[in-house]
């Protein structure tokens, strides 16, 4: 979906991709843009950099839980309070999918993990964070939207969404966005792809409600 709004927006010469180490890393395989690798969770702080020094193109970074709302929560945070002019396509399966499933930020009450073998628990273990929540209250955000693919509506819905955002950027808006899309990891979910797409709708959902937050 990034590649066709890329070639819908006519942007394919201008656009930068930032992808941090993660589940992320080898976004340079499926994206004929130029591409910056980065360290884990930094993708913020480079693509704020890459669009300051060359303002005329257009920044996106491409983006895990484990790496956005983990490692690099302060990175995320402070571009938003800053209105960095970025894109950010933000993919939650709620769940550590690069190094073994282990807990991540994201992952949902009574989830079970490599690292929550009972299930995700509130004491102890926190509630699930809601970035997009968190970075819609920030002032200098302009768009902020959480979707799913866990249905063909869906992920119309999801394109419509990153087409949105970056179409912020082209026009010039003054700040970050961000688009969280709830995605399925069916391998550490012990699930097949059909279950881990009605465990979206049906659980998911629940922690990360879909919609517009802002703009």
Known sequence: MVAEVIDELDIHGRTIGIAPVGCAVLAYNYLDVDMVEVAHGRAPAVATGMKRTNPDKIIFSYQGDGDLAAIGTGEIIHAAHRGEQITVVFINNAVFGMTGGQMAPTT????????????????????????????????????????????????????????????????????????????????????????????????????????????
Request: hydrophobic residues 40%; charged residues 20%.
């Open 108 to 215: 949902v009450l009574g989830q079970v993990t490599a690292t929550t073998p009972k299930g995700r628990q509130a004491i102890g273990e926190g509630y699930p964070l809601q970035i997009s929540e968190l970075l819609a209250l920030l002032p200098a955000t302009v768009y902020i939207e959480r979707c799913s693919l866990h249905n063909p509506a869906q992920i119309r819905n999801t394109k419509k969404a990153i087409k949105h955002a970056f179409e912020l950027q082209v026009n010039g808006a003054a700040g970050l966005s961000l688009v969280e899309i709830l995605s399925p990891c069916p391998t550490y979910w012990h699930m097949t792809p059909a279950r881990a797409m009605e465990w979206i709708e049906k659980e998911m959902t629940k922690s990360f409600p879909l919609g517009r937050l802002k703009g």
